[in-house]
């Protein structure tokens, strides 16, 4: 069994990385999704359940690991982000080999594994491209601001977590630009052909 392409999408808030995932998983290629997949480890039975009680039982809400509790933990304690890492990237890790297993088993010659931090936590060594997604700084920040609830502020802590999108551009292998669906379609068709899947 051939292990498929892998293929990680990044790209900061606001520049259309969940909308050009969907357009992979439209074209066919499986899309692996690392906030989903935490999402599914902090729910009730999920992976990271036990692991989160076992270091701050508090940070548990109805059998699930609330979010909210733990952010208040790592506000509160310098420590608590580090050890909730070396449990939950594990966990995560073995989640996406899963994924790619299940879909180099299918036949799938292309994989697109969607990461936030991508560059940021040094996972595009375990991949063979990385493609970012881009879109001029003023039409970022309107689309942020013009999410419910979202500050300036809290745009700028975003900001300051991630790594300058003219760096990432510049580590990418293929760029996408997202000012319109249509060309980010088209070329999200051109990267999947230049690779060669998903069915190719």
């Keep these: ?14 520049m259309g990385k969940s909308t050009t995932a969907a357009m992979f998983a439209e074209e066919g290629v499986p899309v692996w999704d690392a906030d989903a997949a935490v999402h599914r480890l902090y729910m009730p039975g999920g992976a990271a359940v036990e692991a989160i009680m076992a270091l701050r039982p508090e940070a548990l809400h109805e059998g699930a690991v609330d979010r909210a509790r733990l952010k208040e933990w790592i506000s509160a304690d310098s420590t608590a982000l580090s050890r909730i890492e070396a449990v939950i990237h594990p966990l995560v890790a073995a989640d996406r080999a899963a994924f790619i297993a299940k879909a180099a088993a299918a036949g799938a010659r ?9 560059f940021e936590t040094g996972a595009e060594a375990k991949l063979d491209a990385t493609l970012v997604v881009t879109v001029p700084e003023e039409t970022q920040r309107a689309r942020v601001l013009a999410r419910p609830g979202m ?9 300051a977590r991630q790594m300058p999108d003219a760096e ?9 630009e997202t000012l319109t ?3 980010a379609r088209a070329a999200v068709r051109d990267v999947i052909r230049k690779i060669g899947g998903p069915n190719a």
Aim: aromatic residues 6%; proline residues 7%; positive net charge.
């Design 168 to 176: 990432k551009r510049a580590r990418a292998t293929f760029v996408v």
């Design 110 to 118: 292309l994989v697109v594994l969607d990461i936030p931090l991508l």
């Design 1 to 14: 069994m051939t292990r498929p392409f892998l293929l990680g999408l990044t790209g900061s808030i606001g």
């Design 151 to 159: 500050t300036e502020p809290q745009f700028a802590t975003i900001l």
């Design 181 to 183: 669906l249509d060309a």
